[in-house]
């Protein structure tokens, strides 16, 4: 059960001395109670009080990571049904699969798609997480050859190492050095040996159920074992049966905070369908409904877009709006006779505004103006890009020095601020641009200085 503000004050020592970066020891009690800081911030709260609190308010649905120090992979953490009660914490893992009965060529191939595969979108880079190695012969040999075939042909891939034996299991994990994978494979039968092996490499340890109730059981197993960081396979492989245990696991980790089912879950769309097609479309619906892990029989361009734009719209914080830094933006170098261009800071128009004008070509400066992320005539409708604000940021952004000319593109939209801006701005020129960014291009090098 989570704790109020007042229960974690009564555990801090309340000395009032700022350290933690907040005045009093009340409001940093409440910031822990509400999730946004660490009870780590104080350096005078006890350990025994550090493990209480920590442990109440750990998420319902437990955080793993996988990966090298630096470059982590990170799984659940969550703790809401849906998205638009707070919002989702770490976007679903894709992994691609490759096992010891493929030849070297398919393997290379998926490492290659793995590696190629990877696209940016508003400043975000999206791109497959894992990939995971199975050893699908149960042979020591192949599995580690295959698993160093892997590391080495991918050095930012989070690795899940697949076998049903914990001595490959083991042999596999050595080779892995600081990339911590995620040993995939326990029942009940080898509970006890990869609980084990999970604490001796520090790592997460896969369960490989047949249904929920053996999920359950293999996950009461590996925590009575002393394991803590787990990720759950119910061993559904119907795409009705992977969404229903899915809901299943997150309603009885956030609503009735059963433990056994805390932990993301990892789904095989790949052990679905052969069909490249129907295997996307089963992977989107697992996206959408809490799968923290997703592996693919292989990765094709078509078919992982889409799935990546999905992942990202799902994981955006709706409460946080995505923004840019206000600023004035030179595109392909301009000089005191490009022109000026400006627009908000919504990280969208942002990218699809400079993306328009890098396209064209044009030396431009792009003033960004800071309106919390709201786009054009939202921020205008809010009163956050109203001429005034717009003329102070012009007067004070330090465009003046940049350019001789007193030329300044505002967007179509906003036609009706002209007269405004022009009383503000009495010493510039006032230009109405285009509606849309597509037409920025031809605007930008039809301009001339007034
Ligand atoms: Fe209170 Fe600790 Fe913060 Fe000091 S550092 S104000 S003792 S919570």
């Given at each position: 059960m989570a704790l109020t503000g007042i229960q974690i004050l009564k555990m801090l020592p309340k000395k009032n001395c700022g350290e933690c970066s907040i005045p009093t020891c009340l409001a940093f009690a409440m910031k822990v109670a509400a999730g946004q800081?660490?009870?780590?911030?104080?350096?005078?709260?006890s350990d025994e009080a550090k493990a209480t609190i920590s442990e109440a308010s750990a998420p319902p649905i437990r955080t793993i990571k996988l990966g090298a120090k630096d470059n982590s992979f990170v799984s659940g953490g969550e703790t809401c049904m849906y998205r638009h009660d707070k919002r989702f914490e770490n976007q679903t893992g894709i992994a691609v699969l490759v096992t010891t009965e493929m030849s070297d060529a398919d393997v290379d191939g998926r490492i290659e798609r793995f590696n190629k595969f990877e696209y940016e979108r508003v400043g975000v880079i999206m791109r497959a997480d894992l990939i995971a190695v199975k050893d699908s012969k149960n042979d020591e040999a192949s599995f580690v050859a295959l698993t160093k075939r892997v590391l080495e042909g991918s050095a930012r891939a989070a690795i899940i190492l697949m076998s049903d034996s914990a001595a490959n299991m083991e042999a596999a994990a050595k080779i892995c050095g600081d990339r911590v994978p995620l040993l995939y494979g326990a029942t009940l039968d080898n509970a006890d040996d990869m609980a084990k092996l999970g604490s001796s490499f520090k790592a997460p340890v896969g369960v490989k159920a047949s249904n929920l109730d053996n999920c359950v059981e293999i996950a009461e197993k590996l925590s009575a074992a002393g394991l803590k960081d787990m990720v759950i396979d119910t061993g559904a492989r119907t795409l009705r049966a992977a969404f229903e245990d899915n809901v299943v696991a997150r309603r009885s980790a956030v609503k009735a905070k059963f433990k056994p089912l805390g932990f993301p879950t990892i789904t095989f769309p790949c052990e679905i369908t052969d069909d490249p097609m129907l295997e996307a479309m089963v992977a989107s619906v697992l996206i959408a409904k809490y799968a923290g892990i997703i592996v693919l029989g292989d990765l094709q361009g078509d078919l992982i877009f889409p799935l990546f734009l999905e992942r990202m719209n799902i994981f955006t914080?709706?409460?946080r709006p995505m923004v840019v830094t206000e600023d004035i933006y030179p595109l392909t170098g301009p000089d005191e006779n490009s022109p000026v261009v400006i627009t908000c800071n919504f990280s969208l128009t942002y990218f699809i505004v400079s993306g328009e004008i890098e396209g064209s070509k044009v030396p431009t400066w792009l003033l960004i103006k800071?309106?919390?992320?709201?786009?054009v005539l939202t921020a205008w409708a809010a009163g956050k890009f109203g001429a005034d604000l717009i003329a102070q940021f012009v007067k004070k952004g330090g465009i003046e020095d940049k350019v001789k000319h007193r030329d300044i593109i505002i967007p179509g939209?906003?036609?009706?601020?002209k007269g405004e801006l022009e009383e503000e701005l009495p010493d510039w020129n006032i230009i109405i641009g285009p509606r849309e960014a597509g037409h920025l291009p031809v605007f930008l090098k039809e301009w001339k200085p007034s």
């Open positions: 800081v660490e009870i780590d911030e104080c350096p005078y709260v914080d709706p409460q800071d309106t919390e992320g709201l786009s939209y906003l036609a009706s601020l």
